[in-house]
């Protein structure tokens, strides 16, 4: 799974939490739950059987935080694993730079409302639902018309004007999932969650964010993604957040040569397999 970006269905029995302080599995997500189960908050504690389509990313955080008697792999698909489009990732940090330096600063309002948008659109537009329903009014009465699930998947796939994939927007989430719970299950039993509404709080500590900083630095480096001051001078009067940025890159990460040497194996040994 190291090279490889998987997406699979897991038929679990008797599968129980061993991580006393959260939950990682939804039961929302879960297309079969048996009706014994125990959920902590919408999450799953304990049940007798599920089945559950998951990510490579997922894969990883529950077989660290549950414990079963049986498992079966089902429809296991796998994808090439890369980076997002460099263009892509540039304009990100561009509606990110104007969503974080921009706000509050009174007449940059609505250069803050567009890079905010725009930064919420980004993604969102990745994972719009593909498959829709078709709500038509018709003598006076509302009807509901199923999606025929092939008809439109296959004018999305063969839409010459699409320029992003639903996928990304997956392994984004999942991904951003992964991180938290690396973060959750370094604190162990001292992990500490508050619930609200809509919100979790946790109390992270500074050497796990400075190991995320050296992970992102490598990438940055190796996709030559250092932002150009040049590229944003619309946007802000001068170029002490690019300046800061870099002056905080240079600490954070290594060596290039080392960078280099990292990928260059990782490739190697995808071709190799």
């Known amino acids: 799974m190291r ?32 009706d014994d189960y125990i959920d902590q908050n919408g999450r799953l504690v304990e049940a007798s059987e599920i089945m559950i389509t998951i990510t490579e990313q997922d894969w990883e955080i529950i077989n660290r935080t549950y414990e079963w008697d049986d498992i079966e792999f089902l429809s296991f698909r796998i994808y090439e694993r890369n980076y997002l489009p460099r263009d892509l990732i540039m304009a990100v940090l561009h509606f990110y730079n104007g969503k974080t330096t921009l706000k509050g600063v009174a007449d940059k309002i609505i250069e803050y409302m567009v890079s905010k948008n725009m930064l919420n659109a980004s993604f969102g537009m990745m994972v719009t639902s593909i498959i829709r329903d078709e709500n038509v009014y018709d003598n006076d009465e509302w ?4 999606a025929d699930v092939n008809s439109q998947l296959t004018g999305y796939n063969k839409n010459f004007q699409r320029f992003l994939f639903y996928a990304w927007g997956v392994w984004v989430t999942a991904h951003a999932r992964n991180s938290l719970w690396q973060g959750i299950l370094e604190f162990g039993e001292d992990y500490v969650a508050e619930e609200s509404e809509n919100k979790k709080k946790a109390i992270w500590i500074g050497g796990f964010v400075a190991a995320i900083l050296v992970v992102v630095a490598a990438v940055l480096l190796y996709k030559k993604l250092t932002p150009d001051p040049d590229e944003f001078e619309d946007d802000l009067d001068d170029d002490e957040f690019f300046e800061d940025f870099e002056e905080e890159l240079a ?14 194996d990782e490739e190697a040994e995808a071709k190799a397999e």
């Open 143 to 146: 009807e509901t018309i199923k």
């Open 251 to 264: 600490e954070e990460a290594p060596a290039e040569e080392e960078v280099e040497d990292i990928f260059v």
């Open 3 to 34: 090279n490889y970006c998987c997406l699979f269905t897991i038929k679990v029995t008797n599968i129980s939490s061993i991580f006393e302080p959260d939950n990682y599995i939804s039961i929302s997500r879960c297309t079969r739950l048996s």
